[in-house]
């Protein structure tokens, strides 16, 4: 039991610090690689509760997925950071705020009795052929199968964001215009030159 116990501070003490450098980091890469550590400490965490399932997923999707193309957004738009930190102090007080709001939140829900000391102790044993995966999808196509729609339509609007940023004109990239090279005809490529034969 011991084991578990110092593998668990370990990662939870790894994913903090991992988490702390996200928003600490100057350079969005660094961040990014960070937020990759922080997912996979996330996900030794969710095994420990047995979470097969979720911890998986995370790795696969966030990591695997996500992030690189997280990455090649960040890469590809050349992001100017002295820009955006132009506006950091100015919005300072309302980033401060937000916070306040969201630890309180976190207090409010666990102080709940679901997340008292005495109702994570002893946990009731699963049967043999228990499966987190089945239990998962039951619970979330049926309890909150609203709250899942709405975050699907949220990354919806992501990707189109994503898509809109990347299409946006700027002067030092060159564009083409596909409807344009649909219509091309070979009069406008292609030029035949009459000559006569060299003779030696």
């Known amino acids: 039991m011991w084991i578990e116990t110092v593998v668990?501070?370990?990662?939870?003490t790894l994913t903090v610090?991992?988490?702390?450098?996200?928003?600490?980091?100057?350079?969005p890469v660094h961040a990014a690689l960070f937020l990759v550590?922080?997912?996979?400490?996330?996900?030794?965490l969710w095994m420990l509760l047995e979470a097969e399932f979720?911890?998986?997923?995370?790795?696969?999707?966030?990591?695997?997925?996500?992030?690189v193309l997280f990455l090649f957004v960040v890469m590809m738009l050349d992001i100017n950071i002295a820009v955006l930190r132009e506006g950091f102090?100015?919005?300072l007080p309302v980033g401060i705020a937000l916070a306040l709001v969201m630890f309180g939140l976190i207090y409010y829900a666990l102080s709940g009795d679901q997340?008292?000391?005495?109702?994570?102790?002893?946990?009731?044993?699963?049967?043999?052929?228990?499966?987190?995966?089945?239990?998962?999808?039951a619970v979330l196509y049926t309890d909150y199968v609203f709250a899942f729609e709405v975050a699907a339509v949220i990354l919806l609007v992501a990707i189109i964001a994503a898509i809109a940023l990347t299409m946006r004109k700027r002067p030092e990239t060159k564009y083409q215009n596909p409807s344009d090279q649909i219509r091309v005809k070979k009069q406008d490529r292609l030029r035949v030159i009459k000559m006569e034969a060299e003779k030696e």
């Open 8 to 12: 668990f501070y370990f990662f939870a």
């Open 17 to 27: 610090l991992s988490a702390i450098s996200v928003i600490t980091m100057r350079n």
């Open 37 to 44: 550590l922080t997912f996979f400490s996330t996900a030794f």
């Open 54 to 67: 979720l911890a998986i997923t995370l790795v696969l999707v966030y990591v695997g997925a996500v992030m």
């Open 89 to 91: 102090i100015k919005f």
């Open 115 to 137: 997340f008292s000391l005495q109702a994570m102790a002893d946990p009731p044993p699963k049967a043999a052929d228990y499966s987190n995966t089945k239990a998962l999808g």
